[in-house]
């Protein structure tokens, strides 16, 4: 069974940082191209990042230099480190396995408010 575990997140202030991490069990991690999602209040889910199993990433324009998304293929682990974070990056986080069957992490809250 393909399970995604998300930790990280939180409230912050603009300016600030967080990471958020995705440990996956039951799949074989390392020939997936897993990556980020995000969904504000009222909007539909959307792109972040996502990374390919050779490593080559590719971002949101409203992110880019910003995030970073990262994998440790040794422990299964995706990473999304969150800087100069803003209040329009307020959203459930949610990282994602895709496939013929895609998989999805629970969520995780990002708050980024003064």
């Known amino acids: 069974q393909v399970r995604l575990v998300q930790s990280g997140g939180g409230s912050v202030q603009p300016g600030e940082s967080l990471t958020l991490r995705c440990t996956v069990s039951g799949a074989n991690f390392r020939i997936y191209s897993p990556g980020w999602y995000r969904q504000a209040p009222g909007k539909q889910r959307e792109f972040v990042a996502n990374?390919?199993?050779?490593?080559?990433?590719t971002y949101a324009d409203s992110v880019k230099g910003r995030f970073t998304i990262s994998r440790d293929n040794k422990w299964n682990r995706l990473s999304l480190q969150m800087n100069s974070l803003k209040a329009e990056d307020t959203a459930v986080y949610y990282c994602?396995?895709?496939?013929?069957?895609?998989?999805w992490g629970q969520g995780t809250q990002v708050t980024v408010s003064a």
């Open positions: 990374i390919s199993s050779s490593g080559y990433t």
């Open positions: 994602n396995l895709p496939g013929r069957t895609t998989f």
